[in-house]
């Protein structure tokens, strides 16, 4: 079955095309500040991190440890 896009006001089209490139760029970027808690909890548990407290709690141990993982691989360049 073909889809068509005749009748579809053109903003309202590129309305939903910026939308899913910023999804997409926000998926790529594994952005933690608009994740859900549960894809941060997730997150969290995957990386050995605890999974209680709030989200900012839980956004807040995700980039520490994205920051100490970004300071040992710089160390290990250096070596």
Known sequence: KR????N???QLL??????LARR????????VDIMCV??????????GLSVD???????SSIKQDEEGSETESD?????
């Open 14 to 19: 590129n309305d939903l095309m910026v939308s």
């Open 24 to 31: 997409e760029a926000a998926s790529d970027t594994d952005d």
């Open 3 to 6: 889809v068509s896009f005749a």
């Open 75 to 79: 160390q290990s360049d250096l070596d």
């Open 38 to 47: 549960s894809d941060l909890r997730r997150m969290a548990h995957g990386r």
């Open 8 to 10: 579809v006001p053109a």
């Open 53 to 59: 407290g709030s989200r900012e709690m839980l956004i």
